[in-house]
């Protein structure tokens, strides 16, 4: 990869891509970032900050992810993309076809269109996700095996069932379908699991951001509920794709995961640092409740069902291999993240 060249990443903006745009920037790497609006300084003033104090350059371009031909422009000149744009909601989601399945699937499409028309490209790293790799924590028990390997496939989510999932399923197969029509280009995945850790953005919707809150603004103070998820450091999710994009011998699908939590676990490592001025759940609410009442607070009967209660774990050692990396330990990165959502003062102590 020449890093004299351009690298382009499509939803620099996001809570994730930020720190990738970061990174490369400090690294003196150029980078040209899409965004859906680049006169929101709200959206794109923290990526212009950190450009001023790094030796990279960035060029803020346009881009809708079901804008055909949006993605010509900026892929111009570049070797690299990393294509991390997708909506991550998986609550209010009135439409999912549109809201969500679209947008991740088009995008991709389109996107990976404009790779093919750009001869400069040599490699394209897809921000995926562990959903696509399982779709319920049960079908790890249905499976009869001990954790998710790259090996596996989401065959559980549709668009009526876990629309957010399903939405990474799509464009992920998408993208190794297209990516297997030519040779020119090659693609690699990241699949993280849950990412949390410090953001540097406070206008991303993201579903990590939304979710920390709620350990400290009450939502969570009567119990949690016993679901299990695999966390991952937003600053390692972002050194896994530099290292997928630059090293010279990466290849395939990496989950990129840290170590498995319960919400409980989250709310304990909260309490041991930051003590009882947060409503940090202490207890986990009974299935049958969450059965009952979950409709009512965005949790379908199926959702309950097939998640909570059901352990979960991912195996991260194909990816610690191929990127050389390892991933911090998840407590410090929730406190890390807890700690920077109380100086941003997204949250408030009692
Ligand atoms: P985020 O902050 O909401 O970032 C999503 C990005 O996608 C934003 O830049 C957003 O732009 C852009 N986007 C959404 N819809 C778009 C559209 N129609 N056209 C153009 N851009 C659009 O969420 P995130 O957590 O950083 O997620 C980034 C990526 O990581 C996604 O692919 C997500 O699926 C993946 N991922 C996230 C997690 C996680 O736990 N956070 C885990 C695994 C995978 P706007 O700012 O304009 O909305």
Redesign the pocket.
Known sequence: MDRTRPVLV?????????WLVKYLLEDGIDVHA????PS?KE?VGHLEAMARESKGALTLFA?????STAFDAPMRGCELVF???????VTGVRDPERELVR??LE?TQNVLAAVDRTESVKRVVL?????AIYGDAADMADAKIDAFTEDHWNTTSSVSHQP?NY??LR?EQRAWEINEKQTRWQLQT???????GPSL?Q???????ATMKQFGDGTLKMGAPELYFGV?D?RD?AIAHIKAGFGPNTSGRHIVNSETLSMLDIGKALRAVFGSRFPFPRRTLPKVVLWLAGPLEGLPRKFVARNVGYPLAFDNGYAKKDLDMDFRPARETVVEHFRQMLDAGVIRAR
């Open positions: 499509t939803g620099g903006n996001g809570y994730v891509a930020s899409t965004v859906r609006d929101n959206k881009a809708d992810l079901l804008d294509h991390t744009a997708s909506p991550f909601q947008p991740a995008g921000t995926s996700s562990v959903v957010y939405s990474k464009a990241i699949n993280p699991g849950f990412v949390l953005t206008s991303s919707v993201s579903t990590s951001l991952v937003v999710v």
